[in-house]
């Protein structure tokens, strides 16, 4: 009967390096936004307490806070597991992408949706290590593909750029409307 699973071994929580970190986090987000609840929303006198337009918000974030709270609790009183800031430096260093994609969205009013979306494909391409010059027109095809499917097939209206502007009449026309 030893292959019989038990419920402690069903449910056995994995603690990762990082998760006293994450937990802290998790509280002191919580309990911010949980603070911040009284500016944010509004209590309308002689309404239902369901129809508050506070009322789940300030329910949800309590979750929030009491949950957070005992994962704390959780955390701290486990045993350490080695590599806790080698872990939070992970998450950190994901954010570059966020930083990649905020500055994609900059710059596509100005390079245009097609021009800029190539360039930001190779540079990625190349920021993740990729140097063979087929996998970098891969990626520039890539690039094309998706801003087609987007703008021709998806009649998505995207920025033309204002670098369009340069472009004799008929070819910016051209761009403005394709790419």
Avoid at 2 to 29: E, M
Avoid at 93 to 104: D, N, P, R, V
Avoid at 154 to 169: D, F, M, Q, R
Wanted: with cysteine; hydrophobic share 55%.
């Amino acid at each position: 009967m030893s292959h019989v699973k038990t419920l402690q071994s069903l449910f056995k929580r994995y603690r990762r390096p990082g998760d006293i970190v994450f937990a802290w986090i998790a509280l002191i987000v919580s309990v911010f936004l949980l603070l911040q609840l009284a500016d944010q929303t509004v209590w309308k006198n002689g309404g239902k307490l369901f129809a508050q337009p506070r009322f789940w918000p300030a329910v949800s974030l309590a979750c929030m806070v009491f949950f957070a709270a005992f994962h704390l609790l959780g955390s701290a009183l486990s045993e350490r597991i080695p590599g806790r800031w080698r872990e939070v430096w992970l998450w950190i260093t994901s954010l570059e992408y966020a930083g990649w994609f905020i500055a994609y969205a900059a710059v596509v009013p100005y390079g245009g949706y097609l021009l800029t979306t190539v360039v930001f494909a190779i540079a990625l391409t190349r920021r993740v290590g990729y140097r063979r010059a087929s996998t970098l027109i891969a990626a520039a095809a890539a690039a094309v593909v998706i801003v087609l499917l987007f703008k021709t097939l998806l009649k998505v209206n995207l920025p033309g750029g204002l670098i369009y502007e340069a472009l004799p009449g008929g070819l910016r026309q051209f761009m403005l409307t394709y790419f």
